[in-house]
């Protein structure tokens, strides 16, 4: 693998939200773990953002169901969150989005996916216990006053060099993109968070998102 020079060699510490059923968070994750992570300092926190709560879907409308199935599943990463923290968020997530993104699987069974990466089926019963709703919606409110409420996922946040936490909805990619142009992106984002009058820039999305190859094992 080509290593890419960093400009800014100081770690970065970023706060990554997702949902579990956005493909285009799916997208962002994959674009920051395959492709930055190997060329830049970077640290990732995985935050919930639930767009059950935040799109709240009549219960007739065809996107009820998968998006109260994976608000569901955030309750069974706040669990693990609580009992192993964010290295457990992430290798759980992992193995979710490859289920949903890449097997179109939106019915396999909890337990087998923590069995999978290693954690404790437990958790499980966190799929249909409430009471983790009001850490949803705790963690989803730091990103929203961040950038608004009208945005959807992913969100990044960072520090700029002031010290300040800076966040931004997106960067939204309909697919990953080479090493190269990846690493560009990461460097042209953080030099965005540095602009403080800076707030959008944005076109119409002409293609669907591709999930790429499915990730292998971790």
Known sequence: ???????????????????PVCPFCWATARWLVDEVQPNRDVAITWQPISLYFKNRPDPSSTLHEPLFFTHRLLRVLESVRAAEGNRGVFELYWEFGARIHHDADFDFEIEKALAEVGLDTSHAAAFDDESWDAVIRAGMDEGLAL????????????????????GYFGPVISRVPSTAKSVKMWDALVAMMEVDSFFELKRTRTESPDPGDRPAPR
Do not use: K, L, S
């Not at 693998?1 to 949902?19: A, G, L, R, S």
């Not at 945005?151 to 300040?164: E, K, L, Q, S, Y």
């Open 1 to 19: 693998m080509t290593t890419i020079t960093d400009p800014t060699p100081d770690p970065v510490e970023i706060d990554v939200w997702i949902d």
């Open 147 to 166: 950038v608004g409420d009208d945005v959807g996922t992913p969100i990044i946040a960072m520090d700029n060099a002031d010290g300040d936490r800076v």
